[in-house]
């Protein structure tokens, strides 16, 4: 197993512009998370997968932010309309049950120019 | 909401020299986990301490949760080059419903040659 994969690395993206990432998580992990990043922050968590099912989203998750886990393997994130405030790392990450460590993606770096 | 505190924010040391990175709250989580981040990449696992009062080792680095599992402490002995990194702790919310794990801000560490 390669471990969890995301992409792209980096993502360079106009303000307006619509950008999707991707995860693929560890095969055998059924729970999937995002959380973003901002410089000198700890992560933020944004969404919850179970298998194919979204069962927790951030209260402060913006309508432009959607997520899906069609197959219950790989996720895609999609932002709408970007804003500068954007601009963060985006991380995925696996895990195979609750309370057990969570296995992070590399993430992709997304610049909103 | 349940914070996590990290202290120092930053730290830089020589190499050789031992130190302690502090996770506290002032909420009881029934986990946490201690994470080290390198730049341009996402998180990885070090530890999940689970009992209060609990103390887990692994090589250099030992790791204590508070009796009152309120607070934990990240302990390394004869720091090297390649400790450095972000120190990242998390623990479970305590929210019903809730899978999301919140992060505490960090410790930036530095060990110079």
């Known amino acids: 197993d390669t471990g969890v994969s995301q992409d792209p690395r980096h993502k360079i993206t106009k303000r307006g512009q619509n950008v999707t990432f991707r995860c693929d998580p560890i095969?055998?992990?059924?729970?999937l998370y995002w959380y973003r990043q901002t410089l000198g922050q700890g992560p933020e968590f944004l969404t919850y997968?179970?298998?194919?099912?979204?069962?927790?989203k951030s209260r402060l998750l913006s309508d432009r932010f959607s997520a899906e886990r069609p197959k219950g393997s790989f996720s895609t994130l999609e932002i709408q309309r970007t804003e500068q405030g954007d601009s963060a790392m985006y991380l995925c990450?696996?895990?195979?049950?609750?309370?057990?460590?969570?296995?992070f993606g590399s993430g992709t770096r997304l610049t909103v120019v | 909401t349940q914070l996590l505190e990290q202290s120092p924010q930053f730290l830089s040391i020589q190499e050789g020299e031992n130190l302690t990175v502090y996770c506290n709250s002032s909420s009881v989580f029934s986990s946490l986990q201690w994470y080290r981040q390198e730049p341009g990449e996402g998180p990885v696992l070090l530890v999940t301490?689970?009992?209060?009062?609990e103390v887990k080792k692994l090589k250099r680095l030992t790791f204590q949760f508070g009796d009152a599992r309120k607070d934990s402490s990240l302990h390394i002995t004869a720091a090297q080059p390649g400790d450095t990194g972000l120190y990242l702790c998390?623990?479970?919310?305590?929210?019903?419903?809730?899978?999301?794990?919140?992060f505490g801000k960090g410790t930036k560490l530095s060990v110079i040659p």
């Open positions: 998390a623990g479970p919310s305590s929210e019903a419903g809730s899978y999301q794990l919140t």
């Open positions: 997968f179970q298998n194919e099912a979204q069962l927790e």
């Open positions: 990450a696996s895990s195979l049950a609750v309370g057990s460590g969570y296995t």
């Open positions: 095969s055998e992990h059924n729970r």
């Open positions: 301490v689970v009992t209060g009062g």
